[in-house]
């Protein structure tokens, strides 16, 4: 399709409008180490140190961990978990740490996966706090399994403080606080000294033991030896807590947990997949339809499929027809199978588009059991191609006409709300309304859509 030049200047500034919605805040992992400086602790600001580690490298269930923010709804940082694609850190296990800015507050540690068919429920596996100025390591997250997960947290800080001058030579080893962890339904303060109890509601994820605070149970530190103590019982079987005996590994679909509340944003889920049917009036400019004595308006029917990613940008496509009325209808004398007879023509206008755009995260109104209401919103900008001919269904050598109606650009703005699973596998019947208005050029003028899709 020709663009004249004062169509080409504001979709080119439209199209880059969405593309920086959709990639802002993306930063190379290079520039996010960059600054983690003690600039940033005169700054008020804090460094969280973590490590993870796993039985094994994962290549079709890989996971990573999130870094979240309690007073937040989207992960402050990432980092990677048990992923066979990214090279260990360390030369005596599989394993990784990385240092991240952070403001000062309480954070969780939440288990997340790369495989769009699993989603942990209540899945954040520790919690830290942090105060400005603080440089704190908060501890390792170790995953065993790739498909049914048994989690532990404990403390790998030698192998970390080892390594950390050579990736973060601006920070001071020494100036490093080695806190507890805290695990459970929210942060508790203060540290912890002996292994907490299994979490019931949250099996496999058990604790293994806690990190010691410094000074406790320990010489005095020196200069040269951080004040770290290994936990107080030996290693435990991976995702086994040292004051139970180890449960049967449940997986991510049968593992109980408590249904998330309202009026909060759930997770961000790294992919969604959305297919769905909708229907409702599309309007044709009078320029369009008129010469081709066509309806200016009449319904329509989609498929519509799309993505989305981390619930918080959206790519789509839409297949569809809209059927106005036919003031230009011919007849003809075709011969079938039989004797001859009178066929009247019949009017196809298609449409067929793609957009994207930015969207909120889904807001959860009301839960349930394995499931909650959730409601969003999104804008999206696109391109469409229509075409429209008029001729006698099933016929080869009947007469035909072709309409000249010009494809065009299209803002939308529209809600989605309906019932979301939490679980693994994660169908939702979910009802989408959107407007949708076409700029000058296009054959069409606006449609208005509604439909039910089907979220995995």
Known sequence: MDMSPTQAGPSRFLLLAALGAMLAGCQTVQERRLLVTPAALKAGRAIAIISTSADEPCRFNANYLEVVDQRRIYGAATMQLDTASAPSDFSDRFGFFDAFVLEPGDYWLRLQSFNVSRHFRDANVAAFHLEPGEIRYVGNVHVGGCRDLLVRVGEEWSSVRAALPGRFPALDVDAVAVPAMVRGAAFAGGPITSPPAPLSLREPFLDAGAIRPPGEGEAPSTADSPPVVPPPSPPPIRGVSSTAAAPKPLSTQQRPAASPGSFHFLSLDPVRFIFGLSSGASWLRPSSADPQGIGRVGPNFYV???????????????????????????????????????????????????????????????????????????????????????????CVDCRKEDFDLPGGNFMRIGANIGKVAVSAPRPGLVLTIAYQRYLSGAAMAQELRAGFSFWL
């Open 304 to 394: 519509d499929v799309g993505l989305t990613f981390c619930d918080v940008a959206s790519v789509s496509a839409s297949f569809g027809a809209m059927f106005p009325s036919d003031r230009g209808s011919f007849t003809q004398t075709v011969v079938g199978d039989g004797a001859p007879f009178s066929a009247s023509s019949t009017l196809q206008i298609t449409n067929y588009s793609f957009a994207l755009g930015p969207r909120t995260p889904l807001l959860v109104l009301s839960p349930d059991a394995n499931s909650v209401w959730a409601a969003a919103l999104f804008a999206d900008y696109g391109w469409s191609r229509i075409a429209g001919n008029r001729n006698i269904e099933s």
